[in-house]
């Protein structure tokens, strides 16, 4: 099995940034592809960033492009989202997910590991 933990979620001003992680246990190689999605209130959990294990190939929603990075520390089994320019549309629960395929996805359906999701907040 594999678990994810994400952290750092919070409120902030409009502008402003944060850095979310999600630490990895358990069966970390079942893990490579890792995502970031969201879910506002009323809305279907969607697709924010994803990053492959080794070459660490990157894609993002077209919401956050530019604004947005995804990282990740094998060393540390750390997933990392830093999130600059922050709006308030941007405000969800953000959730960790993994795969075990060493692709990008950007379905809900492909993803066989979630957190448990960390609240961000962005008052305008």
């Known amino acids: 099995q594999v678990q994810l933990v994400e952290s750092g979620g919070g409120l902030v001003q409009a502008g402003g940034s944060l850095r979310l992680s999600c630490a990895v246990s358990?069966?970390?190689?079942?893990?490579?592809?890792m995502g970031w999605f969201r879910q506002a209130p009323g809305k279907e959990r969607e697709f924010v960033a994803a990053?492959?294990?080794?070459?660490?190939?990157?894609y993002y929603a077209d919401s956050v492009k530019g604004r947005f990075t995804i990282s990740r520390d094998s060393a540390k089994n750390t997933v990392y989202l830093q999130m600059n320019s922050l709006k308030p549309e941007d405000t969800a629960i953000y959730y960790c997910?993994?795969?075990?395929?060493?692709?990008?996805?950007?379905?809900?359906?492909?993803?066989?590991?979630w957190g448990q999701g960390t609240q961000v907040t962005v008052s305008s």
């Open positions: 997910a993994g795969r075990a395929t060493n692709t990008i996805a950007v379905g809900v359906p492909n993803y066989d590991y």
């Open positions: 358990g069966r970390t190689f079942s893990s490579r592809t």
């Open positions: 990053i492959t294990w080794g070459i660490s190939t990157t």
